[in-house]
């Protein structure tokens, strides 16, 4: 930790060496940050001064050096291009080899949006910004001109790589499969709409987890869920020993249909929330504590048991909760032939491990 400190001391204390050496009294905001500033200037000869350093690691000898006599390349010369920044565009001379061997890195080939600028476009894009208001804004915030052909290679280039993930080939077999719809805003002809995001989280044998898809509708239900299953098995996957999923109306019905012999556990957690979400505040923690007596009881019939003596308990206020815990019991109880700690993965964590996707496909979709 010490050393790493000082290594960071050392290196700000070199940038504010080289920013010594510019006398920045009496310069203006155009001066600095214009078209033609400071920091436009800086950005360039950065670029510039790492595209030479490549070019030296690409040949294996520095410029001017008799190392590079004979030795089968050389340097030929620069072609001059402008790329186009986060928020402007400046001009560089990229280096050449005789060879034509060279390929760039930092500003790689036939490239002239640096990856911000192509970041900022799919940005705006997942706004429901048209490719022509995606050009306006660039030429008014940023003084840079774009074509819409090129916003829509940018964004096309995106929406294919999209399709190829969707379309990718899956492992043959997995252990558990955790099936939810998300609800999230999005934007669709100009106008803000919810959608359902269907999500298939994958985990095979080695307890390695993989995103097997994502299904976009504007409703959640069963019969989407059946054709999201008959996808994922003509992409390969032949056998699921658990599905993980919610109380939704026919859904295991689905599983059934696709995956057979696919063994069903509900998610305790959306149980455990649906049930709860008409008691009243001060019966809360009572009985949150008798359903806990339920699921995490150590064998089915204690399981079992407890449930019958929360009936007892609850059914003249709340007869509903008994009810759908007893409807659901075969699809519940799948989790009790683990151990807790497996049971913990599968049969109470659905609504966990989905978490960061819910935010990170609910950031994208605001």
């Not at 294919?160 to 969707?166: L, T």
């Not at 026919?250 to 069903?264: C, I, K, L, M, N």
Request: hydrophobic share 35%; glycine share 6%.
């Amino acid at each position: 930790m010490v050393m790493a400190r000082k290594r960071k001391e050392k290196e700000k204390d070199i940038l504010d060496q080289i920013l010594d050496t510019i006398d920045f009294k009496g310069l203006t905001q155009d001066e600095v940050a214009g078209q033609n500033g400071l920091i436009k200037q800086l950005t360039g000869k950065i670029l510039q001064r790492a595209l030479e350093a490549e070019m030296t690691e690409h040949l294996g000898y520095e410029k001017n050096s008799n190392e590079g006599d004979n030795n089968g390349n050389s340097r030929n010369g620069h072609t001059e291009k402008t790329v186009l920044l986060e928020n402007q565009e400046t001009t560089i001379e990229v280096p050449r080899d005789r060879n034509s061997t060279f390929e760039p890195i930092i500003v790689p080939k036939h490239q002239k949006r640096l990856p911000l600028f192509n970041d900022q476009i799919i940005s705006m894009y997942s706004f429901g910004m048209s490719d022509r208001d995606i050009k306006a804004h660039l030429e008014k915030i940023y003084n840079v001109e774009v074509s819409p052909d090129l916003i829509s290679r940018v964004t096309n280039a995106v929406l294919e790589e999209v399709r190829e993930w969707q379309n990718r080939p899956l492992e043959k077999s997995y252990a558990i499969i955790y099936l939810d719809a998300l609800r999230v805003r999005s934007r669709e002809d100009g106008k803000s709409c919810n959608k359902s995001v269907y999500i298939a989280l994958g985990v095979n044998f080695e307890g390695q987890k993989e995103v097997l898809g994502l299904w976009i509708a504007n409703n959640e239900g069963a019969k989407f869920w059946m054709g999201v299953l008959n996808e994922i098995k003509n992409r390969g996957v032949q056998d699921i020993l658990i599905a993980c999923m919610d109380g939704l109306t026919g859904f295991p019905d689905a599983v059934h249909s696709v995956y057979p012999e696919t063994r069903v556990q509900l998610c305790i957690v959306h149980m455990i929330r649906n049930s709860v979400k008409f008691v009243s505040y001060k019966d809360l923690k009572k009985v949150c504590a008798d359903l806990k007596a339920v699921y995490s009881a150590n064998t089915e019939v204690s399981a079992k048991d407890a449930l019958e003596e929360f009936g007892k308990t609850w059914n003249d206020r709340y007869p509903t909760i008994y009810l759908s815990w007893e409807n659901h019991w075969n699809d519940l109880c799948e989790f009790f032939k683990y151990s807790p700690e497996i049971r913990r993965t599968k049969g109470s964590r659905l609504f966990i491990q989905l978490t960061q996707l819910n935010r990170l496909i609910t950031s994208f979709g605001k």
